[in-house]
């Protein structure tokens, strides 16, 4: 069965503080994996995508690590900012269906404090 | 920031009525899809589409039927809302086609929250 696990579910932290979020999967035949954004009452927002061959990729504060032995990925937040508090959703994609169907995490809810 | 609409953004609505979700792209983008989404939930598929009159149903069995007239534009119908129905709806598209189709970004729009009472 095709899943996708986050770790922590929660997690607080200190503002200028870093933190690392846990993707585990299970989904085959892989395509690729996204982590997404979700504030608060909005739409999931892209952070990163990485395919089979990628193993880390980086946006601004946002860095993201794959390793598809293991079916693993990791989304580190470097120097965390009031504005970083949100939902982070590791999704994976599949290659099996014309579609690429995508398979969500529920999310790790990040609080920053002041 | 992504050209992708749905209104309402909130809807509070009395059971049996029938309602309509919209949701429209500017992105020219052949693939469509809504997901529902309950509080601390993951996203779950329960209709998507290819291009015009194209419509499948996703992995979550929804009593909604959605069409796709023009390229732009999706919506999403409920001939008589529950107060089961109370959810997030989130719709999202991605450009599609060819081999790089698996790798194509998904953009997603607002959402709307749904409350049936």
């Known amino acids: 069965k095709n899943q996708v696990e986050q770790s922590p579910q929660s997690l607080i932290i200190l503002e200028g503080k870093n933190c690392t979020l846990q993707?585990?999967?299970?989904?085959?035949?892989?395509?690729?994996l996204r982590w997404y954004k979700q504030d608060t009452g909005r739409g999931p927002v892209s952070l990163t995508i990485?395919?089979?061959?990628?193993n880390t990729k980086s946006n601004g504060r946002y860095t993201a690590t794959l390793d598809a032995d293991t079916k693993q990925s990791s989304l580190h937040i470097t120097a965390s900012q009031l504005s970083d508090s949100a939902s982070y959703i590791c999704?994976?994609?599949?290659?099996?269906?014309?579609?690429?169907?995508?398979?969500f995490g529920r999310g790790t809810q990040l609080t920053v404090w002041p | 920031e992504a050209d992708i609409y749905q209104t309402p953004r909130y809807l509070v609505i009395g059971t049996g009525k029938k309602i309509t979700l919209e949701c429209s792209q500017t992105?020219?983008?052949?693939?469509m899809y809504w997901y529902q989404q309950d509080p601390g939930m993951e996203l779950h598929l329960i209709h998507y589409?290819?291009?015009?009159?194209?419509?499948e149903k996703g992995d979550l069995s929804s009593e909604s039927t959605v069409s796709r007239i023009r390229t732009e534009h999706f919506p999403l119908t409920l001939e008589s809302a529950r107060p089961s129905h109370t959810s997030q709806y989130l719709c999202?598209?991605?450009?599609?086609?060819?081999?790089?189709?698996?790798?194509?970004?998904?953009?997603f729009g607002q959402g709307t929250r749904l409350t049936v009472v």
């Open positions: 990485m395919t089979f061959s990628e």
């Open positions: 999704v994976v994609a599949d290659r099996g269906s014309t579609l690429g169907r995508l398979y």
């Open positions: 993707c585990n999967y299970t989904v085959s035949p892989f395509s690729n």
């Open positions: 999202a598209s991605s450009r599609g086609g060819g081999q790089g189709a698996f790798n194509d970004e998904a953009f």
């Open positions: 589409s290819y291009g015009v009159n194209s419509t």
């Open positions: 992105m020219g983008h052949d693939k």
